[in-house]
């Protein structure tokens, strides 16, 4: 059994770290640009006022809302339209995701005051510490840090090729 339990943990660590990875890399980052560049001070102001079951329906609203998405893109993909069912899952889960970052940082206090949305959260983050405590998380971890360095490495060197290449010119 412990055989079998390996390789399925090494896949479902690398298909989580990847999904993660990809969507989280772009998302966080949305969102803090929003949140530091809109200045939606009056929704802001009226979230953060919300009760725990209001913000939780709150927080509910762009999963409602934009995961019907996924099964849109599947059947765009399935009828032939693989880069639309591409662009539309794509758009909607960095959407999603930059939505619900958000306003999970606005009311966390909130939800966390709701005892069965502190217990699905708190067996969330149970869950990702026992993937991210694995071999299998730490291999897909040093795999993709390698490759982030070389990517950055190869980065560096195009950007130092084309410097030369500018001072040459003059």
């Known amino acids: 059994m412990k055989q079998i339990l390996k390789p399925v943990t090494y896949i479902l660590a690398a298909v989580y770290f990847l999904v993660d990875a990809v969507f989280m890399a772009v998302a966080r980052p949305i969102s803090r640009w929003l949140g530091r560049h809109l200045e939606f001070k009056r929704l802001r102001a009226w979230i953060r006022s919300l009760s725990p079951y209001p913000s939780l329906a709150l927080f509910s609203v762009p999963v409602i809302i934009l995961e019907p998405i996924k099964p849109v893109a599947a059947y765009l993909a399935a009828t032939g339209q693989v880069l639309s069912g591409a662009a539309t ?58 490759a982030r360095d070389y990517v950055a490495q190869a980065r560096a060197r195009l950007v130092g090729g084309f410097s030369k290449l500018a001072t040459f010119r003059d």
Do not use: C, N
Not at 108 to 114: G, V
Not at 118 to 132: C, G, I, N, P, S
């Open 89 to 146: 899952f794509i758009v909607g889960e960095l959407l999603k995701l930059v939505l619900v970052e958000r306003l999970f940082h606005l009311t966390r206090d909130k939800l966390m005051r709701i005892p069965a949305f502190a217990w699905a959260y708190t067996r969330f983050a149970e869950a990702k510490a026992w993937l991210q405590a694995t071999e299998a998380w730490r291999a897909i971890r040093a795999l993709s840090q390698a």
